[in-house]
């Protein structure tokens, strides 16, 4: 039921009503207890609420102790493969810095860096973790340099890229990440498909990509389902496949999305 009454607002050009549904039925839900959270935390910088939700979702505590967990999960994937000492790590779509702002203690020694395309996002940012690098993206370019990271990490990031763009943008991944590094990415698969209806799914099976449309990319109403075979052809064009967890048989690996780990050959 929940997918048609979303296929409806979208088809009747109503996402942005329906965003705000969303947002206020969050706001209520989590009212007390985000008041109760920030009364505990009363130094902890809690990014603004609208904010909150258009990255993730309107929960003080499950914002921390998600990124916390992530944090853990990418140091551990990255300690796995071995990057060298004192890497270079960027956090590509950093939002609100949900993540990357754990990585300088769950791996030590590291030199971390952020971007997102939303601007604001990246004034809080760096007004509130000053030890983090943070960029905005402009255009269709990431700021930084050829061969300039170690390791790269985008969580849920492709899910709100328009399909026609994926390719290009894994070619700028590719462009600034080193010969030998590390590149983890989350897509929505199989245990995302029953949001689609029957006539998406089939358009999502011919292809790698399929994206409801939205007119702003990074927001998050723009949804793009992967389907892992020939998004694996496409990754494989470029980089080496490590391993890759399908989210419907590894639910506990980022909360059921598809995780791929790929090496720039």
Not at 134 to 146: D, E, K, Q, R, V
Not at 156 to 171: C, E, N, Y
Request: charged share 15%; aromatic share 14%.
């Amino acid at each position: 039921m929940k997918k048609y009454f979303k296929y409806f607002f979208t088809r009747s050009g109503l996402t942005k009503l329906l965003a705000e549904i969303q947002f206020s039925r969050q706001f209520l839900f989590f009212f007390y207890t985000n008041n109760r959270f920030r009364k505990q935390h009363p130094t902890l910088p809690i990014p603004p609420n609208r904010e909150l939700f258009e990255t993730f979702r309107l929960n003080y505590r499950l914002f921390f102790d998600d990124g916390k967990k992530a944090a853990t999960e990418m140091a551990g994937y990255f300690q796995q493969h071995q990057l060298m000492a004192a890497p270079a790590i960027l956090d590509w779509g950093c939002g609100l810095a949900r993540v990357v702002q754990f990585l300088p203690e769950t791996l030590p020694g590291g030199n971390y860096f952020g971007c997102d395309i939303n601007s604001t996002r990246i004034h809080w940012n760096k007004s509130h973790h000053p030890a983090i690098a943070f960029s905005a993206i402009t255009g269709n370019t990431l700021p930084y340099a050829n061969q300039q990271f170690d390791g790269i990490y985008g969580l849920s990031v492709l899910t709100h890229i328009d399909a026609a763009s994926q390719l290009h943008w894994l070619k700028e991944l590719h462009r600034i990440l080193k010969p030998g590094g590390i590149l983890i990415l989350s897509t929505q698969g199989e245990s995302y498909y029953h949001q689609l209806n029957p006539a998406q799914l089939k358009n999502l099976i011919r292809s790698a990509a399929f994206s409801n449309p939205y007119q702003e990319d990074g927001h998050r109403m723009m949804s793009t389902y992967h389907h892992a075979p020939h998004f694996k052809q496409e990754l494989e064009n470029i980089f080496s496949v490590l391993e890759y967890y399908n989210g419907k048989s590894h639910p506990a690996l980022l909360g059921g999305q598809d995780l791929w780990i790929v090496r720039r050959t």
